[in-house]
């Protein structure tokens, strides 16, 4: 029976005890696939061909779809529904591998990698609110879809949130001697081995138990209470109850010279910082004359 895995946004779907078929004619494991591409049809995606995948690997497009979740909205115009007035905010990667089969979900609105929100990681924290919850509804659709099937489901991380994720993580974690339940209070004050993994930002030696302040991938100053992870890795529980996974040299103590305000990396696109240096190249005397070409006024 093939079973499905879940982790963070990403839904594996294994071959299981399916017969090993290379070829997709009469292969139930390929048929699971466009089964379950049909089903996201169903549910609201436009599924069609990954025109990424077609344009740098065309060998690899009969077993690769990409899809995006879209709401008609009425036209302003002429009142009526057009394709191209829809939103399209969820979107997902499908590929598919003889053992195995992948759906990846993701967002284009805001991303850390400047290839796009496929590329990221922690697809689900960066997700907008709006979005986050189109998935949380998506996700609950495919799990009934599939354990429907008779295919059983499983998380492959710690679902658990605040100071139960960071418990049941030592619990499970080679790399802590804990192996059954304690109050996470029991580890206050204790810091790793090695100190060049206890360091924050300023050099200070970083305890479990303390408060440290960092800054999202979107520049935001966040809080939270911090506990050793593995390596250089520390645990950070902020107010809201959700965990995030920090470098020791991300952590810093709040001091008067700290902006409080957002501060995020100026990264304009490649295409306007090329624009924008051919530009600084050229004379007044050419600018002008650009400018007279394309007939507006200097």
């Known amino acids: 029976m093939p079973e499905v895995s879940i982790y963070d946004t990403r839904f594996e779907v294994c071959r299981g005890e399916l017969p090993h078929i290379q070829e997709k004619e009469n292969n139930p494991h390929w048929e699971n696939f466009k089964d379950a591409m049909r089903f996201l049809g169903s549910i609201g995606f436009y599924v069609g061909e990954d025109k990424e995948i077609k344009r740098m690997y065309p060998a690899l497009n009969d077993s690769r779809r990409a899809g995006r979740y879209a709401v008609w909205q009425a036209a302003p115009a002429v009142g009526r529904l057009s394709r191209s007035d829809c939103t399209a905010d969820l979107k997902f990667k499908a590929e598919w591998h003889e053992n195995v089969f992948c759906i990846h979900f993701y967002q284009d609105v805001q991303y850390e990698n400047p290839n796009g929100g496929y590329y990221d990681f ?20 495919l ?19 605040g100071k139960a994720f960071i418990i049941n993580d030592y619990i499970g974690s080679c790399h802590h001697p804990q192996k059954e339940w304690f109050r996470l209070e029991e580890v206050d004050g204790q810091t790793p081995e090695h100190e060049y993994n206890a360091k924050d930002r ?11 302040y960092f800054r999202d991938w979107s520049g935001y100053l966040i809080r939270g209470v911090i506990y ?42 490649e295409e306007y910082a090329e624009r924008k240096k051919w530009l600084s190249l050229c004379s007044t005397k050419e600018l002008e004359n650009e ?5 507006r006024a200097v």
């Open 122 to 141: 922690d697809k689900l924290e960066k997700m907008p609110y709006l979005i986050r919850k189109q998935y949380e509804l998506t996700e609950s659709k």
């Open 143 to 161: 799990i009934d879809y599939f354990t429907g099937r008779g295919f059983p489901v499983n998380y492959q991380e710690n679902r658990m949130r």
């Open 202 to 212: 300023d050099g200070k030696i970083l305890h479990n138990g303390e408060v440290k």
């Open 228 to 269: 050793h992870n593995i390596n250089n890795m520390w645990w950070v529980l902020p107010l809201d109850g959700d965990v995030m996974n920090k470098a020791c040299f991300e952590l810093f103590d709040l001091t008067d010279a700290e902006p409080r305000r957002r501060v995020k990396e100026h990264r304009p696109p």
């Open 291 to 295: 400018l007279k070409r394309r007939r």
